[in-house]
């Protein structure tokens, strides 16, 4: 195999990205997995404000119907808030738990509206006003700070969240089957870099995958059995679970397909069964945890919401606020937390969409603060020139 053709097929495989001292024993228990919804999801249809007439008016053929004896309609949180219907097996018990908590109104100042621009604003972590290092991630500035080598992405590319001054390893776990590089060519790979600076790491990078493939090959054998159905995030949420058990601190993930410009639904379509599969994905998280779930604490986040008003397609344009999750076994939980406002014209963020009351950064570092005991100047390295709010997660 020739050179060139070796660098490209590394490019497609599914590899851990090199890191030294992969499996060194966290300092801390505490475990942490963001999950990165992309393509701004609608907020309003999942957390659904049953307090607002308003809410019926602008969404005539998406509206989740308030809460009632029918299984499709909302289900009842508190007397403002209501859960989507699919949630009802999956995140609502977790929410009677006290496990699940909501945060309405959440999000970032960056009102560009634009999927990548927000979405990178979001993982650098640092303020729009100021001159922005896209190498420098939050997460792995978090990583820095607590001095953790417990990091993992869970996905294609390693994402900029993670990028920054200490090397973080990424691999895909929703298709993991056969690796695509045999013995024999990673050996040829690794015979051209022999002798090289390079060396070290791409024998450490195929050590990392060598290790995740055999801690899943179990589950692997079990499935060419039908003793596993699961499909979608639901598997994957599993087997992130099952690695961050056994190696990971601090772990992050992204699922896709939220951008729901035609044809949304209500509480059946479109929505309904993304959610429906995030929600299940969540609870097999938690219940593959076991009992590390109560020093687990699991975020989910999009870069925006969608407009409040359904648009002319029956779905929902860009928008400003969201709603984000947060689901742990040692969270206070079973509550609406954060700045909240009732849900009308006057309160929608140029008349179109739910306002930012809780901002991310703000949000973050005070959970950050709580989880892991950091200091004002900790906090800043990680959020620079951002506030602490502490809105009582934990």
Same mark, same amino acid.
């Given at each position: 195999?020739?050179?060139?053709a070796l660098?490209?097929?590394l490019g497609?495989?599914p590899l ?9 024993t966290?300092?801390?228990k ?9 393509g701004?999801?609608d907020?309003a ?6 307090s ?5 008016e602008?969404?005539p053929n998406i509206a989740?119907p308030?809460?009632?004896a029918?299984?499709?309609s909302a289900i ?8 989507h219907p ?9 929410f009677?738990q006290?496990q ?10 960056d009102?560009s509206?634009s999927?990548f621009e ?6 650098l %972590?640092q303020?729009?006003?100021?001159s922005?290092?896209?190498r420098?991630g939050?997460?792995n500035?978090?990583?820095v ?13 390693l ?13 895909? *776990?929703?298709g993991i089957?056969?690796?695509s590089?045999?013995i024999?060519?990673?050996k ?20 990392a995958?060598d ?9 692997m054998?079990?499935a060419s059995r039908?003793a596993?159905s699961a499909k979608?995030?639901e ?5 992130i679970a ?7 601190t ?6 896709g ?9 209500g509480?059946?379509g479109y929505l309904?069964?993304?959610?429906d599969?995030?929600?299940r994905?969540l609870?097999a998280?938690a219940?593959?945890?076991g009992?590390?779930?109560?020093d687990t604490?699991t975020?989910?986040?999009?870069e ?6 359904e ?8 928008g400003?606020g969201?709603v984000y999750?947060?689901l742990g076994?040692?969270?206070h939980g079973?509550k609406?937390l954060g700045?909240?406002?009732r849900v ?7 008349n ?6 809780n901002e991310?950064?703000?949000?973050f570092?005070?959970l950050f ?6 200091n004002? %100047?900790q906090?800043n390295r990680?959020?620079p020139?951002?506030?602490s709010?502490?809105?009582? *997660?934990v």
């Amino acid at each position: 195999m020739k050179r060139r053709a070796l660098l490209q097929s590394l490019g497609t495989v599914p590899l851990l990205s090199m890191a030294g001292n992969l499996w060194a024993t966290p300092a801390s228990k505490t475990r942490l997995l963001l999950v990165f919804l992309r393509g701004g999801y609608d907020a309003a249809n999942l957390l659904i404000p049953t307090s607002s007439t308003f809410y019926g008016e602008a969404r005539p053929n998406i509206a989740v119907p308030r809460p009632s004896a029918d299984v499709n309609s909302a289900i009842a949180l508190n007397g403002d808030w209501g859960l989507h219907p699919v949630l009802r097996e999956s995140i609502y018990p977790l929410f009677v738990q006290g496990q699940v908590a909501f945060i309405p109104f959440a999000g970032t100042q960056d009102t560009s509206r634009s999927h990548f621009e927000t979405q990178d604003s979001i993982e650098l %972590g640092q303020a729009l006003e100021h001159s922005r290092n896209y190498r420098s991630g939050f997460l792995n500035r978090l990583a820095v700070t607590l001095n953790s080598t417990g990091a993992m992405s869970f996905t294609d590319q390693l994402p900029l969240i993670f990028q920054g001054d200490i090397t973080v390893p990424n691999t895909a *776990l929703r298709g993991i089957a056969k690796p695509s590089l045999d013995i024999r060519q990673s050996k040829i790979i690794a015979s051209m870099y022999q002798g090289t600076a390079l060396a070290p790491q791409v024998k450490e990078g195929f050590m990392a995958q060598d290790d995740v493939m055999r801690e899943l090959a179990s589950e692997m054998d079990g499935a060419s059995r039908n003793a596993i159905s699961a499909k979608g995030f639901e598997l994957e949420a599993r087997r992130i679970a099952r690695l961050m058990k056994e190696k990971y601190t601090l772990g992050f993930v992204d699922v896709g397909g939220w951008d729901t410009h035609v044809g949304e639904g209500g509480a059946t379509g479109y929505l309904a069964g993304r959610l429906d599969e995030l929600g299940r994905g969540l609870a097999a998280f938690a219940q593959e945890m076991g009992g590390e779930w109560r020093d687990t604490v699991t975020v989910v986040i999009s870069e925006f919401g969608r407009t409040f008003r359904e648009n002319g397609n029956r779905g929902t344009d860009h928008g400003h606020g969201t709603v984000y999750w947060v689901l742990g076994g040692g969270i206070h939980g079973g509550k609406i937390l954060g700045e909240q406002a009732r849900v009308e014209p006057a309160a929608l963020f140029q008349n179109r969409d739910f306002p930012v009351l809780n901002e991310y950064r703000a949000v973050f570092a005070g959970l950050f603060a709580r989880l892991y005991g950091l200091n004002a %100047g900790q906090l800043n390295r990680i959020f620079p020139g951002a506030s602490s709010s502490d809105i009582g *997660l934990v």
